[in-house]
């Protein structure tokens, strides 16, 4: 794989200009509030000691470093992003682990030329990103050994995801939806919520044995009420309304806070922060043999 990407596509310079930063700044939210969702997901995982895998869009590579740990010296990881900044965060959590059997390259999945080598290929809320869906899980099929298994995590419907609806709700109650022309990191969130269209997806990008299983799990959206609201103002669907409507949004800030807060600071709090309901699916299916 190459270290550097040298054309990219509008939505890796929007991850790597926009996204990037701000992720940065909520990295605390994203990683454990993930963790959170996928410590229901992680145990039950297709991967053993010895195995080859390559984790899809790893973001900090947290997960890519889960799996190092869990195929051991005699297996080894990618971690594959499009986004620069955060794979600089795998590899030093990887150094300061001691793990040599993870590395981490930067590069498009859409368009990335893999070689059949990894017995296991993963890919957490990265895939819904996408902007060729069939293409990208086709594409990381071709990483697979034959036989070897894929395993995607992606949001299930809105509905049952109010820790990124709620506040998306709140800010259309000011502002106006997003345009046509709006800048994106490519279809969004709940692009692959629909069970039906994504199983054809899976069937049409050459996966067998194909599987859904439900996952419901608390995330954890912020450490305190400001926090949390200045995370869905800065990502997700509430931070695209928000980014998207530009002098009318900061005009409105305040009155958008409030009612951020109010309805924030009706949900479950724990020791460690502000904890909403989540719902995932996880998808797996297998490269033919
Ligand atoms: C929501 S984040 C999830 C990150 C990480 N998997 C996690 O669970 O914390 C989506 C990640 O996918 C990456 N990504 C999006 N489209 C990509 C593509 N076409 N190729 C490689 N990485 C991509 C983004 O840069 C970002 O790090």
New binding site residues.
């Given amino acids: 794989m190459s270290d550097v990407v040298e054309q990219s596509?509008e939505?890796?310079d929007f991850?790597?200009d926009v996204?990037?930063p701000k992720?940065i700044r909520f990295k605390h939210v994203?990683?454990d509030g993930?963790t959170h969702h996928?410590a229901a997901v992680f145990p039950d995982l297709p991967v053993k000691e010895g195995d080859a895998a390559l984790?899809?869009?790893?973001?900090?590579g947290?997960?890519a470093i889960q799996l190092a740990e869990r195929v051991g010296p005699e297996g080894r990881v990618v971690g594959?992003?499009?986004?620069a900044a955060?794979l600089d965060y795998g590899r030093k959590d990887a150094a300061a682990r001691g793990l040599g059997n993870v590395s981490f390259a930067q590069?498009?999945?859409?368009?990335?030329r893999f070689t059949p080598e990894y017995d296991f290929v993963f890919?957490?809320?990265?895939t819904?990103?996408?902007?060729n869906p069939v293409g990208?899980l086709r594409n990381m099929r071709t990483a697979l050994k034959p036989g070897g298994v894929m395993t995607h995590?992606v949001w299930r419907d809105p509905a049952d995801n109010p820790w990124l609806s709620m506040a998306k709700q709140i800010v259309l109650d000011f502002l106006p939806p997003p345009g046509d022309g709006a800048q994106s990191?490519?279809p969004g969130?709940f692009s692959m919520c629909n069970q039906e269209t994504v199983s054809k997806m899976m069937e049409i990008a050459g996966y067998e044995d194909v599987t859904f299983t439900r996952v419901d799990a608390p995330v954890f959206i912020g450490r305190n009420i400001e926090d949390a609201i200045a995370f869905q103002l800065a990502i997700g669907p509430a931070g695209e309304v928000f980014r998207e409507a530009g002098d009318e949004a900061e005009a409105k800030r305040a009155d958008i806070e409030a009612a951020l807060g109010e309805a924030i600071g009706a949900q479950k709090i724990e020791a460690d922060g502000i904890v909403m309901d989540s719902s995932s699916w996880v998808i797996s299916g297998r490269n033919p043999a």
């Fill in positions: 596509a939505y890796v991850w790597n996204l990037a992720f994203l990683v993930l996928s984790d899809v869009g790893c973001g900090f947290d997960t594959l992003d499009c986004c955060f590069g498009d999945a859409l368009l990335e890919a957490r809320f990265g819904m990103f996408f902007s990208g995590i990191c490519g969130p």
